[in-house]
């Protein structure tokens, strides 16, 4: 059974720091990865989609690593805002359009 | 991408009552979920919705306390019935487009049984 973990679960940052935020999971046989953000009381935003033929991916500030074989997978944020301050979630799917496995989540909070 | 209008956004409800949550979709996609968020957890799947079939369920999750339809390919319906307070949780509608690789949510419906 997959497994997805991700650490640390929060995170408090001052504004303009670079931080990393850390996904794994047990089964390197993933079809592909996703990072998601959620707002407090809110739906999931999709932020970046890794296939796992990828090594990463980049939008804007934020930039997402795969490493199959370890399991394991990085969200990079450059230049943290306050408006950045949200959950990201990390969610792998084991085949093609199947369910997600979900971690539980890394809260990030950005301090002015 | 696609776009996922997910109604109510919020309800309080009476124990013992039903609700019915609604998804659409701006375009046709292949697969759509529905996932439950309980307070201060992550993520957990309650079943896919087929169109024009029996949705699929996990582990946990019965047809009986959770009835879904999908009558095509761009819609579906989630009921909560028969509530109780453990059922206030945040219900999100998920879908996969046609290539089924990048899924997308609608922005949850937050329930609270009193």
């Known amino acids: 059974k997959q497994e997805v973990t991700q650490i640390p679960a929060a995170l408090s940052v001052p504004e303009g720091e670079n931080l990393v935020l850390n996904c794994s999971f047990t089964?390197?046989?993933?079809?592909?990865l996703q990072w998601f953000r959620q707002d407090p009381g809110k739906g999931l935003t999709s932020l970046l989609l890794?296939?796992?033929?990828?090594r990463e991916q980049t939008s804007g500030r934020l930039n997402a690593s795969l490493d199959k074989s370890s399991g394991r997978s990085t969200l990079y944020i450059a230049a943290s805002q306050p408006g950045d301050s949200a959950t990201y979630l990390c969610?792998?799917?084991?085949?093609?359009?199947?369910?997600?496995?979900f971690g539980e989540g890394t809260q990030l909070t950005v301090n002015p | 991408s696609a776009v996922i209008s997910q109604k109510p956004s919020r309800d309080i409800c009476q124990r013992g009552t039903s609700l019915t949550i609604q998804c659409q979709v701006d375009?046709?996609?292949?697969?759509m979920f529905w996932y439950r968020q309980q307070p201060g957890q992550s993520l957990t799947l309650i079943a896919t919705?087929?169109?024009?079939?029996?949705?699929?369920?996990e582990s946990g999750f019965v047809i009986d306390k959770f009835p879904i339809s999908r009558p095509n390919l761009t819609f579906s319906t989630l009921t909560v019935s028969n509530m109780s307070p453990e059922d206030s949780s945040i219900y999100l509608c998920?879908?996969?487009?046609?290539?089924?690789?990048?899924?997308?949510f609608g922005q949850g419906t937050r329930l609270t049984v009193v």
């Open positions: 998920s879908v996969m487009t046609i290539q089924d690789t990048e899924a997308f």
């Open positions: 089964d390197s046989a993933i079809y592909n």
């Open positions: 890794i296939q796992s033929s990828q």
């Open positions: 969610a792998v799917h084991e085949t093609s359009g199947s369910r997600l496995t």
């Open positions: 375009s046709q996609v292949t697969m």
């Open positions: 919705a087929n169109q024009g079939s029996e949705a699929t369920y």
